[in-house]
């Protein structure tokens, strides 16, 4: 059992990784880098979950980056200014260690060094670059002097200097390009194409889908659609719960709607706060609108729209392929499933406003609290009955007034509820999914 519980989070994962047969880069083990970062040897037990050695991953990289940048710094501090007196002492409030916190690719460790042509402070040629370019960023950018124009780089600038005022522009014998419709004269030709863009209707062309040479289907974002679908790689993980994700908007929706719960969809009716638009448009079809409802052709329900009797339809055609792993008990979909699980939580995190009881599940609680606020399902020919459930409602007008019976399509028996049919299905290990409905119509049409 030891073999399969993570090394550092002690928790069992599907997704595991022995430290003993895989390698990090250049030949390095994973069994040295995990003894480099934490100085704890591996005997025994070398296994960790893919989020360990994710983790893993990072501390050791960050240890390596940090001695690298200590032994810049140290190179850096200790290097003196060569011929001080040969400069002016300008004062700058830009530091130099703002900026020599740098990528490993971007460093560039040299003897020589060159001096700031602002302030004259000796540094490398990478950390010089960064830090004229916050001298540039400060004064609004390198100014022209002939025309005072400000350009964020000295690659603009010098374009600059050399179309407009170190260039025979403005020379009368120099050819000229007309544009065709405002007839307006511009000296070179690329000049010519941007402006006559301005005249016409900026429109994208349309791009081409690629087709996924793996299913066949085509693309306009070929590559999202190979890493989302085929490649199934995980690149971002939640620093809340560590789950993982595969692009940043689901990472982003992941952490607003579920850890900070932010509400800002508003509905323009009852100004109801949901998460997305998409649960505003659902909440306005089911509550606020009067559509025609969906008659199931098996057992005669009625439903408020297609999705609804897809969702019903798997009453009847689904198999119970999700089992509780606590009591064994079968469910035909994951939702109803994660519903029972907490009943064997002992978490009860609904309470209700009126009375000190507590709930596991918010189904429970609505059905509580229709106790309190008298809310309760009324029957049309008998008054003096209430019902807690329009699900007990509807039973009690198909039985009572309607005479609806469930028959067992296996043995034809009738019953008058679900629940004696499901007692007499499991009495002679009938299918669950074979009865039908039966409807007084029916019967009298047959």
């Given at each position: 059992?030891?073999?399969?519980?993570?090394?550092?989070?002690?928790?069992?994962?599907?997704?595991?990784?022995?430290?003993?047969?895989?390698?990090?880069?250049?030949?390095?083990?994973?069994?040295?880098?995990?003894?480099?970062?934490?100085?704890?040897?591996?005997?025994?037990?070398?296994?960790?979950?893919?989020?360990?050695?994710?983790?893993?991953?990072?501390?050791?990289?960050?240890?390596?980056?940090?001695?690298?940048?200590?032994?810049?710094?140290?190179?850096?501090?200790?290097?003196?200014?060569?011929?001080?007196?040969?400069?002016?002492?300008?004062?700058?409030?830009?530091?130099?260690?703002?900026?020599?916190?740098?990528?490993?690719?971007?460093?560039?460790?040299?003897?020589?060094?060159?001096h700031c042509r602002f302030c004259l402070q000796t540094m490398s040629g990478e950390i010089r670059r960064k830090?004229?370019?916050?001298?540039?960023?400060?004064?609004?950018?390198?100014?022209?002097?002939?025309?005072?124009?400000?350009?964020?780089?000295?690659?603009?600038?010098?374009?600059?200097?050399?179309?407009?005022?170190?260039?025979?522009?403005?020379?009368?014998?120099?050819?000229?390009?007309?544009?065709?419709?405002?007839?307006?004269?511009?000296?070179?030709?690329?000049?010519?194409?941007?402006?006559?863009?301005?005249?016409?209707?900026?429109?994208?062309?349309?791009?081409?889908?690629?087709?996924?040479?793996?299913?066949?289907?085509?693309?306009?974002?070929?590559?999202?659609?190979?890493?989302?679908?085929?490649?199934?790689?995980?690149?971002?993980?939640?620093?809340?719960?560590?789950?993982?994700?595969?692009?940043?908007?689901?990472?982003?929706?992941?952490?607003?709607?579920?850890?900070?719960?932010?509400?800002?969809?508003?509905?323009?009716?009852?100004?109801?706060?949901?998460?997305?638009?998409?649960?505003?448009?659902?909440?306005?079809?089911?509550?606020?609108?009067?559509?025609?409802?969906?008659?199931?052709?098996?057992?005669?329900?009625?439903?408020?729209?297609?999705?609804?009797?897809?969702?019903?339809?798997?009453?009847?055609?689904?198999?119970?392929?999700?089992s509780c792993v606590i009591c064994g008990a079968r469910f035909k979909s994951k939702q109803l499933l994660t519903?029972?699980?907490?009943?064997?939580?002992?978490?009860?995190?609904?309470?209700?406003?009126?009375?000190p009881s507590k709930f596991k599940r918010p189904h429970d609680l609505t059905i509580h609290k229709r106790k309190?606020?008298?809310?309760?399902?009324?029957?049309?020919?008998?008054?003096?009955?209430?019902?807690?459930?329009?699900?007990?409602?509807?039973?009690?007008?198909?039985?009572?007034?309607?005479?609806?019976?469930?028959?067992?399509?296996?043995?034809?028996?009738?019953?008058?509820?679900?629940?004696?049919?499901?007692?007499?299905?499991?009495?002679?290990?009938?299918?669950?999914?074979?009865?039908?409905?039966?409807?007084?119509?029916?019967?009298?049409?047959?």
């Amino acid at each position: 059992m030891s073999q399969q519980i993570c090394r550092v989070c002690l928790k069992v994962s599907p997704e595991q990784v022995n430290l003993r047969n895989t390698f990090y880069k250049n030949g390095v083990s994973f069994i040295d880098v995990f003894v480099e970062c934490t100085g704890i040897s591996l005997n025994e037990d070398k296994i960790l979950c893919i989020q360990c050695e994710h983790r893993l991953i990072e501390a050791y990289e960050f240890r390596v980056e940090a001695l690298e940048s200590e032994e810049l710094w140290k190179k850096i501090k200790t290097e003196p200014v060569e011929d001080e007196s040969d400069y002016v002492n300008v004062q700058c409030d830009i530091k130099v260690e703002e900026l020599a916190i740098l990528p490993l690719s971007q460093r560039s460790v040299r003897s020589n060094k060159s001096h700031c042509r602002f302030c004259l402070q000796t540094m490398s040629g990478e950390i010089r670059r960064k830090h004229e370019q916050e001298h540039i960023k400060k004064n609004g950018g390198l100014e022209c002097h002939h025309c005072s124009k400000k350009y964020g780089d000295r690659k603009r600038i010098s374009s600059h200097l050399k179309y407009l005022h170190f260039s025979k522009k403005f020379d009368s014998n120099k050819p000229r390009y007309t544009c065709n419709v405002c007839g307006k004269e511009i000296s070179d030709y690329n000049s010519l194409r941007r402006h006559q863009m301005e005249h016409k209707d900026k429109k994208p062309k349309p791009r081409e889908k690629a087709v996924c040479p793996i299913c066949g289907e085509s693309y306009l974002l070929l590559r999202k659609h190979m890493r989302l679908v085929h490649l199934n790689t995980t690149v971002r993980y939640c620093d809340m719960c560590g789950r993982g994700f595969k692009t940043r908007e689901t990472l982003v929706n992941h952490i607003k709607f579920k850890h900070l719960n932010i509400r800002e969809a508003e509905c323009p009716v009852c100004k109801r706060l949901f998460h997305t638009k998409g649960e505003v448009n659902t909440h306005i079809k089911a509550i606020h609108s009067t559509p025609q409802k969906v008659k199931c052709k098996i057992c005669g329900s009625e439903v408020k729209s297609e999705k609804n009797l897809r969702h019903h339809m798997k009453n009847h055609t689904a198999n119970l392929d999700f089992s509780c792993v606590i009591c064994g008990a079968r469910f035909k979909s994951k939702q109803l499933l994660t519903c029972h699980m907490r009943v064997h939580s002992d978490a009860r995190n609904y309470a209700c406003d009126f009375c000190p009881s507590k709930f596991k599940r918010p189904h429970d609680l609505t059905i509580h609290k229709r106790k309190h606020t008298g809310e309760m399902f009324t029957c049309e020919k008998c008054p003096e009955l209430k019902f807690l459930h329009n699900t007990s409602l509807r039973q009690h007008i198909e039985n009572v007034h309607m005479g609806v019976r469930f028959r067992c399509d296996t043995c034809g028996k009738d019953y008058s509820n679900t629940a004696h049919l499901r007692y007499h299905q499991r009495l002679h290990n009938h299918d669950k999914n074979m009865w039908t409905k039966v409807i007084p119509s029916m019967i009298e049409n047959s």
